[in-house]
């Protein structure tokens, strides 16, 4: 372990540990280890610095009503999420959030070395003498993941924390500044305005001549600050390093070998002897990028930024028509009702998003990070005025998925229909890349009339779009009655207790049928929720105790009644073991099974990429038919879930299960752990058969707890693979009022030949076009256009703009459409709003405790290549969304 230190500059002292995994680039992320184990990547470096900054705020900040953390406890240990979360906010807090979080930055650091735009841009990663260059782009970026998480845009500023995370971690591994004896980060690196001092300049030579693939004397008397080339553009000039590694065109060429840190692999890092302390150093800029973040946000916004908390964001959208009064005042009591109940609390939310909707409009959206104004807000909705069914709801879920951070809630409350229910799948892929879950709560009373007027037969299916969005994002809806709704409303408050929802067996539920769920020793307040036109029902506990619909306490459980909606919860501590459950009643009731827990997981896709100049796993928004494709499981809540005497619960398997029905099984995977056990990080390769062709899958964990006995765990939201690649770049450079920006757009087959119209849209409406409005597919063929989005001079600074492709597939039996998602920041001129240095001089930190798209053709025509990440192919993939496809809550 490496002593501790301070960044006075900064305001609050940082804590400096690190425990290096023994086994585990700075190569992009944990699938690189493959390829050079030992080695410490990028993933490794950002995780390492965001838990010392998180740690350090939890020391300086002590939990109220809670033992203050001590810094002795954590000396000589590996720092884990759920370790210091569960010391700070109480036993069982899970930590998904923020390690979900912290998972987008990571992610969007490993994209540096993926994305065509950004892989070979040697500003980007500070190749080939491009040191001024590449600082004023980590301070550029450094900047807008300050204006975005400002804007509370904090998806949009993790990505632009990642990026600038990745260039700043490979100063240290591809400049020569350890070389030069430095121990310590750069004190002018993060700021725009100090120079950078003894630069190498053109002509100056940097490197002599190394045969071997281990080059650690190729630079005996250079004491000049200098980097290596990589590649054949730039050219490398006589004299100078380049990258070196395997991969490296350029260290073929006089003088050959290397200086890159990047990995202990002398096939990539002809330095590699130097790679742990290009770790030290790079880990100890990582911590001061963090704490400059925290420095200026303060500690309430750098929490938001990584999602420092176990609490839920509470995200209502509100129909307003006068039909809607009870509603309304449901909506309000619940939302007065968590407010009081949770302020002060680990469970307060941190952030509020109130979207209304009023026949014909929607919206204003309205968000703060401020109780009292959310509910001053919320209370100023009245309902007025009348209006035809249906109405625009789809549309106001739209913009408040567009502004609900990741991993949320959100509760539509309404009494009508959607008018505009052609978003219905653009929604569904919103929830998905978004990861929220949805549930509507409608109060469909056919007896009540005033304040809403149907001019027509409505049809008995018109809720179905409701239905898609609820399962498509893991949610449901409730019909209820207006004398019910504040009851039933109070699953607001129980949904945002980071409930799990429990896999059913069989998983197509049949009325007059048993049904079966399994409780494990790790849940707590299991709850089964039913509504329909349920007559009779009866559960039965593993030790044969059964309980039937009488309402309150009974022999397994407190039940309650509201109309047609149905709750009973088990008595703690509930048996272990297998419950039986059966319901008589007509038509189709809903059930689901939901419980407390701190053991859960989270979901990633990717490509794993093997013979590039950085392999690792190029992380995918969803699998791709005809794409092969793997799983990375990362389980939370191990540290709470460890049995004293057995140890940590395990996961070996995966279940996959067709949708919407859940009952035809996919196939079983087994899971494999990556790095640390106590990280908890499995893999799996995703069956071909899966992959065949586009569809929806559920996805089931099965394993043993500490004692041996059986474990599953299920993520509600069903992952999809899309029927083709579908991606979406930005700009080279920021948004600003007034400008015009290039967007790149490509679109790639694995599975067959595809006829594809392209669609595109903005919110907000600005100027957008595009030369790519059709292509024709053959298997492995690619298709490239460009949009252009002209940003009007009245753009508000801060302000975040939303483009949307979408892949219709045209003839008999299309696929399902395809949408991407790419949301760019609007900025301010570069003359405001600057990174300013501080006004003391930074102090030493002592160790630590160019896009491809042609702009010539609307549209050009190559081969994607095959199932296997190879060259040939791997160009095609650019600038898609980094966020999960699917996530477990």
């Known amino acids: 372990m490496l002593p501790g230190g301070a960044l006075s500059h900064l305001g609050p002292s940082i804590l400096l540990l690190l425990q290096l995994p023994p086994t585990s680039a700075f190569f992009p992320n944990v699938w690189s280890l493959l390829a050079a184990p030992g080695s410490v990547t990028h993933q490794d470096l950002t995780e390492e610095a965001a838990l010392n900054v998180t740690l350090q705020l939890f020391l300086d900040r002590p939990p109220p009503g809670r033992p203050r953390l001590r810094l002795e406890d954590y000396r000589g240990r590996t720092l884990l999420a759920d370790d210091i979360f569960a010391a700070y906010f109480g036993p069982g807090s899970p930590s998904r959030r923020f390690r979900a979080a912290l998972g987008e930055v990571s992610r969007a650091n490993a994209a540096q070395d993926f994305l065509p735009a950004s892989r070979n841009n040697p500003d980007l990663h500070f190749d080939a003498e491009r040191l001024v260059q590449g600082r004023t782009l980590l301070v550029g970026a450094l900047r807008e993941t300050l204006v975005a998480a400002r804007a509370f845009e904090y998806t949009l500023a993790r990505q632009r ?482 049995d004293p005497e057995h140890g940590q619960p395990h996961f070996s398997h995966v279940v996959l299960r067709g949708a919407p029905s859940g009952a035809p099984r996919l196939g079983r995977v087994p899971l494999e752990p990556v790095g640390p056990p106590e990280r908890g990080l499995l893999a799996a390769t995703l069956p071909p058969i899966l992959l065949s062709t586009a569809g929806s899958f559920f996805l089931e964990l099965a394993g043993r707890d500490g004692g041996g006995r059986g474990l599953r765990r299920t993520a509600p939201q069903p992952c999809t693979v899309a029927p083709v690649l579908l991606e979406l770049g930005g700009p080279p450079a920021s948004l600003t009022p007034g400008s015009k920006a290039p967007l790149s757009l490509r679109v790639a087959s694995f599975s067959g030949p595809q006829d594809l119209d392209l669609r595109t849209s903005v919110n907000p409406s600005f100027s957008l076009t595009s030369n790519l409005s059709r292509a024709q597919l053959g298997l492995n063929e690619s298709a490239w256009g460009r949009l252009w989005l002209e940003v009007p001079d009245s753009a508000a600074p801060g302000s975040v703009v939303t483009v949307t492709v979408t892949a219709v597939g045209q003839g008999a039996g299309p696929a399902p459409p395809t949408h991407a998602f790419l949301r760019l920041l609007v900025l301010a001129p570069a003359s405001q709003d600057q990174l300013e240095s501080p006004a003391r001089p930074a102090g030493r930190v002592l160790p630590p405790v160019a896009s491809t798209v042609p702009a010539s053709a609307p549209v050009t025509r190559g081969r994607a290549g095959g199932g296997a990440a190879s060259p040939s192919w791997w160009g095609t993939i650019a600038g898609v969304l980094f966020l999960l496809g699917c996530s477990s809550w």
């Open 161 to 642: 924390l990642g990026a600038a995370l990745h260039a700043l971690q490979d100063f240290y591994s591809h400049s020569n500044w350890v070389e030069l004896g430095e121990r310590q980060p750069h004190p002018h690196l993060l700021w725009p305005r100090p120079e950078l001092w003894s630069l190498a300049q053109e002509g100056d030579p940097t490197c002599s001549d190394c045969e071997e693939l281990s080059c650690p004397g190729n630079m005996p008397d250079v004491t000049l600050l200098t980097s290596g080339y990589f590649g054949v553009h730039p050219p490398k000039p006589r004299g100078k390093c380049s990258h070196g590694g395997h991969f490296d065109q350029s260290s073929s060429q006089p003088p050959r070998g290397g200086i890159n840190k990047d990995s202990t692999s002398p096939s990539f890092s002809p330095h590699h002897k130097l790679h742990l302390q290009a770790v030290e150093v790079a880990l100890l800029a990582s911590i001061e990028a963090f704490s400059l973040l925290r420095s200026r946000l303060g500690d309430r916004g750098f929490s938001r930024l990584l999602d420092i908390t176990p609490a839920s964001t509470l995200s209502f959208v509100l129909d307003t028509t006068g039909s809607m009064g009870e509603e309304i005042n449901a909506a309000k009591i619940q939302a007065r009702r968590i407010a009081e109940q949770r302020q002060g609390s680990p469970m307060e939310p941190g952030f509020y998003v109130l979207v209304p909707f009023h026949d014909p409009g929607f919206g204003p959206v309205f968000t703060t990070s401020d109780p009292d104004r959310f509910w001053q807000r919320l209370n100023e909705i009245q309902a007025l005025g009348g209006g035809d069914e249906p109405e625009m709801s789809l549309s106001a879920l739209e913009l408040a998925l567009l502004h609900t951070p990741p991993l949320s809630d959100i509760f539509v409350f309404t009494d009508a229909s959607p008018k505009d229910a052609f978003l219905t799948s653009r929604v569904e892929s919103l929830t998905r890349e978004r990861r929220c879950r949805v549930t509507f709560l409608v109060t469909e009373d056919p007896a009540r009339v005033q304040g809403r007027v149907r001019r027509e037969v409505l049809s008995p299916l018109r809720f179905e779009p409701y239905e898609a969005i609820a399962l498509a994002s893991g949610g449901e809806v409730i019909f209820t009655k207006d004398q019910h709704i504040r009851d039933v409303a109070a699953i607001v408050g129980e949904s945002m207790a980071g409930l799990v929802t429990l896999p059913l067996e069989p998983p197509a539920f049949v009325p007059g049928e048993t049904c079966v769920f399994t409780v494990d020793r790790l849940l707590r307040r299991v709850t089964v929720r039913m509504h329909g036109d349920i007559s009779s029902f009866w559960i039965r506990s593993p030790a044969g105790v059964s309980q039937g619909p009488e309402e309150g306490t009974g022999p397994l459980g407190h039940t309650r009644r509201f109309g047609q909606f149905w709750t009973v919860t088990m008595a703690d501590p509930p048996p272990t073991g297998s419950w039986e459950m059966r319901i008589a009643a007509e038509g189709s009731p809903r059930l689901r099974v939901q419980a407390q827990t701190p053991l859960d997981f989270l979901v990633h896709f990717g490509v794993p990429v093997e013979d590039g100049p950085h392999p690792g796993l190029y992380p995918l928004t969803q699998p791709v038919a005809g794409l092969r494709t793997q799983l990375l499981v990362e389980v939370t809540g191990l540290a709470s879930s460890r």
